[in-house]
T-cell receptor, first 110, second 113 residues
């Protein structure tokens, strides 16, 4: 089982729609959860982080965490073509190592 | 906003040569990391560094790799004898505390020929 698993994608949504990105993780001791956006050829850029169960909203982005189900998601409301990128889920354990998922490529079509 | 800076942006080397990739983490950060990303693949953890020593390393980080913080600002990754499969983008990252998000540099693209 992969340590961090993301829905394989690619995911395509029309402009203005909600994009839903999902991630599961295997280490129950994981404490911190991050979503990064990576444009082709660029470095990962932090979008959201969440530490506690529940929802966390920041503008058009909402991160959802369910530790019992070992599941974290990212919702992007009112998707824009500029949101087209690969979204990386990262999970940090108590040891401090961040493990990344394979990423989900999102395309927002105008 | 403070940035993690990496040099060079692109390094071409011949197989068997040594390379040193350089990073200047954000100045008040205490935790430093190297990740790599082979073209089209996932971001992979190599090593974390805190208090002048390695705190964790992956199975990728074998004896060919070493890290150093030679002074108060630089953080380097050395690959002693490069192999073709070392060709990748290498990202340096830092964080102020262990739990908080990573700040990534722009990466060094290493090409081994």
């Amino acid at each position: 089982q992969k340590e961090v698993e993301q829905n394989s994608g690619p995911l395509s949504v029309p402009e203005g729609a909600i994009a839903s990105l999902n991630c599961t993780y295997s280490d129950r001791g994981s404490q911190s959860f991050f979503w990064y956006r990576q444009y082709s050829g660029k470095s990962p850029e932090l979008i959201m982080f969440i530490y506690s169960n529940g929802d966390k909203e920041d503008g058009r982005f909402t991160a959802q965490l369910n530790k019992a189900s070992q599941y974290v998601s990212l919702l992007i409301r009112d998707s824009q073509p500029s949101d087209s990128a690969t979204y990386l889920c990262a999970v940090k354990t108590n040891a401090g190592k961040s493990t990344f998922g394979d990423g989900t490529t999102l395309t927002v079509k105008p | 906003e403070p940035e993690v800076t990496q040099t060079p942006s692109h390094q071409v080397t011949q197989m068997g040569q040594e390379v040193i990739l350089r990073c200047v983490p954000i100045s008040n950060h205490l935790y430093f990391y190297w990740y790599r990303q082979i073209l089209g693949q996932k971001v992979e953890f190599l090593v974390s560094f805190y208090n002048n020593e390695i705190s964790e390393k992956s199975e990728i980080f074998d004896d060919q790799f070493s890290v150093e913080r030679p002074d108060g600002s630089n953080f380097t990754l050395k690959i002693r004898s490069t192999k073709l499969e070392d060709s990748a983008m290498y990202f340096c990252a830092s964080s102020e505390y262990r739990e908080i998000p990573l700040h990534f540099g722009n990466g060094t693209r290493l090409t081994v020929t």
